[in-house]
């Protein structure tokens, strides 16, 4: 069976997984600015997409997202129930009863006693039945209950969008840095070869030792399993990345940028003399929300205590006989109307209830207030995170360009005859160690500001 998903995030065309359907060119309009597809490689079944857009599609496709939907409906068809309530209900009633025995009556006339049977041996009702609550203080309380219910799962979503972009933004950062380091060790292992090639010359010209060529060579050898398992971890991170966005693994993901791209945004200065808000916390939202329904709660316990009003009204059709020639009934209506009172005067459970009540929204009172503490905890944590990272970022960033210059330095003394091969591995190998910890830094930083967005409720955008 043929599985095909309309692509929005593709410019222009209707990407499947083994067709390729094209689209008027009118259509991609506006599209093309935000969106860069090579058409080769779309036809190839390759696409490239941003930040941005991995969000988009995840938030559309992964089963998470649409999953909390589907809760926010089913919480409003709960509502809808609640509300039916306040409708009258209208019923066909119908009965019939079999006399086994007729019941017997004595009575006297003239002074002397006779027996007489009463009723007949069949006896049909049939008719309509309506009944309509006039005041049922329980009712109105259950509505107000699943209103904030509603309420309630409409944030558990938010919730949920909320942990899936930073799912999906701490994914994005690990497949570029899974790309960033896998450029890295394979530009270290093709100037090891390169290194390797220079010392083989030398050695067949007599130039250098034997020693020089082994430790050349071994140079090479020993970054192969490294390049290999940076490819694997480049292969798994995109993976991780298509489980996310909820796409199939046969399409070929290519994302946008690298690290680097992102140093910029390390240095806007936009966490200083900034204030930081839980407001939009969605942990402190629920927590609100779901105090609002013990509230609310509390008040349903107390309506144990009220009175209801329920009003009636039937009209029937009653037919009594003695056999069961039904085409020969009689048949007689009659109707009424009428109102039905209940007084509670004593009910022992809804003490303890309400008391029960009370406490569970002293707890949550209690958690709710160690919960911000945690929360400020937490965002003084992902604030210090970041600043120690984007000092890191300076200063790799220098080490960088010290360890290039060193490495230059080192192939040049080797040339010359004045280094050794030892000088010029650890050359090499500082200048990778920098530049993996220079990606690493750079990392840290996103992860951390995607952390520090999720608890502020500050997801709903990438920034």
């Not at 860069?36 to 696409?47: S, Y």
């Not at 190998?429 to 995607?450: G, H, P, R, W």
Request: aromatic share 8%.
């Amino acid at each position: 069976m043929l599985k095909c998903r309309k692509m929005r995030w593709m410019a222009g065309i209707l990407l499947c997984t083994s067709i390729v359907f094209p689209v008027r060119a009118e259509d991609i309009t506006g599209i093309r600015d935000t969106l860069q597809v090579n058409l080769d490689d779309a036809l190839a079944g390759k696409v490239e997409i941003n930040l941005e857009q991995a969000v988009d599609i995840a938030l559309s496709d992964n089963p998470t997202i649409i999953v909390a939907g589907m809760e926010i409906e089913l919480k409003k068809e709960a509502g809808q129930e609640a509300y039916a309530g306040l409708f009258p209900d209208v019923s066909l009633s119908g009965s019939y009863s079999r006399t086994l025995k007729k019941q017997t009556m004595v009575m006297e006339f003239g002074g002397q006693s006779q027996t007489i049977q009463v009723g007949t041996d069949n006896s049909y009702s049939g008719g309509l039945v309506v009944s309509l609550p006039v005041f049922a203080p329980a009712l109105y309380r259950s509505i107000n209950l699943t209103k904030s219910d509603v309420e309630l799962a409409v944030e558990k979503s938010r919730s949920s969008k909320l942990g899936m972009i930073n799912q999906v933004t701490k994914a994005y950062y690990q497949l570029l840095l899974a790309q960033d380091g896998y450029e890295v060790l394979l530009k270290s292992y093709k100037q090891a070869e390169a290194n390797f090639n220079v010392v083989h010359e030398m050695f067949k010209q007599g130039l250098v030792s034997e020693y020089d060529k082994i430790r050349a060579d071994v140079q090479v050898r020993s970054l192969e399993p490294n390049v290999v398992s940076a490819r694997n971890g480049v292969n798994l991170a995109k993976l991780q990345l298509k489980v996310l966005m909820g796409i199939d693994r046969d399409i070929q993901l290519e994302i946008v940028g690298n690290l680097k791209d992102y140093e910029e945004k390390l240095f806007e200065n936009e966490l200083k003399n900034k204030t930081f808000s839980l407001e939009g916390n969605s942990d402190l939202r629920q927590m609100d929300l779901n105090a609002m329904m013990l509230e609310q709660n509390l008040k349903l316990q107390k309506t144990g205590y009220m009175p209801t009003l329920g009003a009636s009204f039937n009209y029937m059709y009653t037919s009594l006989n003695n056999d069961f020639k039904v085409s020969q009934y009689n048949w007689f209506p009659y109707s009424s109307v009428g109102l039905s009172l209940t007084v509670p005067l004593f009910k022992a459970s809804n003490s303890p209830k309400i008391r029960q009540a009370k406490i569970r929204l002293r707890q949550l009172t209690e958690t709710r207030l160690n919960t911000e503490r945690m929360l400020n905890m937490q965002v003084q944590s992902y604030l210090n995170n970041m600043t120690a990272s984007a000092e890191q970022v300076l200063s790799n960033k220098e080490s960088i360009l010290q360890a290039e210059k060193g490495r230059l330095i080192a192939q040049k003394r080797y040339e010359v005859g004045k280094g050794t091969i030892l000088e010029l591995n650890d050359s090499e190998v500082a200048l990778t160690q920098t530049q993996l910890t220079y990606n690493q830094s750079i990392f840290d930083y996103l992860t951390a500001k995607a952390d520090l967005e999720q608890v502020l409720g500050y997801g709903d955008t990438v920034k």
